[in-house]
């Protein structure tokens, strides 16, 4: 299998994705529960991030697979990633449209918003890293104040990807 082609699986099956930050979660979050993304991830201030997936990303659009537009949220101006009708093209030409049982899951990543993935992501990333699964909220908070209204439904969202780990 091609190293890219679960991500043009993820775009496609999604259909648009709000923002590049929500895609780099999503991305980590599925990489987490084994699913064959081959982008390496580093902690940053906004969470896991992977340069290798913006320089991918870039190139997609580049090539006209994917495209952005620019669109208002709450936060400022967000960057939809949508599948263009060539992505679709191409999957089918090298038989992979068909992806795997993680689809389901990336669609639930889908339907929560950024700053939960980024909980998510950084308490994947605390697991990595030894944390104990009691002091990891408070590592969360110490790490992420801004989230502390969302901390408690990003461990027990954290919780629930687990078990669909096992």
């Known amino acids: 299998m091609h190293p890219i082609l679960p991500l043009l699986q993820l775009v496609d099956a999604l259909s648009s994705i709000e923002g590049r930050k929500k895609l780099q979660k ?31 990303i870039d ?4 090539e006209s697979l994917l ?16 599948a263009k009708p060539t992505l679709r093209q191409l999957l089918l030409e090298v038989n992979g449209s068909e992806a795997g049982s993680w689809i389901e899951i990336a669609k639930k990543l889908n339907s ?4 939960e993935l980024e909980g998510i992501s950084t308490l994947f990333f605390l697991q990595h890293s030894g944390v104990p699964s009691d002091s990891r909220l408070i590592k969360l908070l110490e790490l992420k104040p801004h989230l502390k209204d969302l901390a408690s439904d990003c461990d027990a969202k954290f919780d629930e990807l687990l078990a669909l780990k096992s």
């Open 26 to 56: 999503t991305v980590h979050i599925l990489k987490e529960l084994g699913v064959p993304f081959s982008e390496k991830f580093e902690y940053s201030y906004y969470g896991m991030y992977s340069p290798q997936l913006k320089n991918e």
């Open 59 to 62: 190139a997609l659009v580049s």
């Open 67 to 82: 495209e952005e537009e620019s669109v208002s949220s709450s936060h400022g101006i967000c960057y939809r990633i949508k």
């Open 112 to 115: 929560w918003s950024p700053q």
